[in-house]
């Protein structure tokens, strides 16, 4: 499988400032990275499919412009919360779709997000 | 009604017991089935992965697809204290890059 890192492992920040999450694919060239957000006691909810070299798909009801997310290099993706508001206090996690075996996806330790 | 359900437990069981884990979902679509393991504030690991019917079987570890009935299960034998986690199903269709779309997730104590 794929070993996948994501930086900051959590976050503290006060309501209003921007919070970025980097999510490394460490062994294999990521052409498709996914973003999730996960509540207490729930399950995965994908937020956006991250390809690179191009924009970013977003799920409905997800804000395009409060979550931005770059994927500029074949092992790196970034997701960047805007404006962070105590409501978007979540734990997110992405994933990497091997190119080449994308049947399944590989997860990262995920990023507590605390929005006070 | 959800594409896939699943049982949210809490599940309970002694140390040796054989658990049980079961997924329903809707779309027949579906292809390609996996369950994945998650400890508490932990991201998700890959446990097992099927494509299509049939059974696999890793180490204490058998997963089952059964397409005619849309149900999928995922057997531990003698379970450890070590398993004791969230178990998340998911599938997805046959095209590439296609979105899992996730069960709720199962919480498994075993206890010794």
């Known amino acids: 499988g794929a070993v996948v890192s994501q930086h900051p492992s959590r976050v503290i920040c006060k309501s209003g400032t921007s919070v970025k999450i980097e999510c490394r694919s460490l062994d294999f060239q990521a052409t498709t990275m996914f973003w999730y957000r996960q509540f207490p006691k729930q399950s995965l909810m994908l937020m956006a499919t991250?390809?690179?070299?191009?924009?970013?798909?977003?799920e409905q009801g997800v804000e395009k412009d409060k979550f931005l997310i770059n994927h500029a290099s074949l092992t790196l993706s970034t997701l960047t919360v805007t404006s962070a508001h105590p409501e978007d206090s979540s734990f997110y996690i992405c994933s990497v779709g091997l190119a080449g075996l994308v049947e399944t996806q590989y997860f990262g330790p995920g990023t507590r997000l605390l929005v006070l | 009604q959800k594409e896939v359900e699943q049982d949210p437990g809490p599940l309970s069981v002694p140390e040796g017991a054989i658990v049980s884990l079961n997924c329903t979902y809707s779309n027949s679509a579906f292809q390609y089935f996996m369950w994945y393991r998650q400890y508490s504030r932990k991201g998700p690991e890959l446990l097992m992965y099927?494509?299509?019917?049939g059974n696999k079987e890793d180490g204490r570890f058998t997963a089952q697809v059964d397409k005619s009935s849309k149900y999928i299960s995922l057997f531990i034998r003698d379970s450890q204290p070590s398993d004791s986690a969230t178990y998340l199903c998911a599938m997805k269709g046959g095209t590439s890059y296609g979105k899992l779309t996730f069960g709720q997730g199962t919480i498994l104590t075993v206890h010794p």
């Open positions: 991250s390809n690179e070299g191009s924009k970013a798909t977003y």
């Open positions: 099927t494509y299509s019917s």
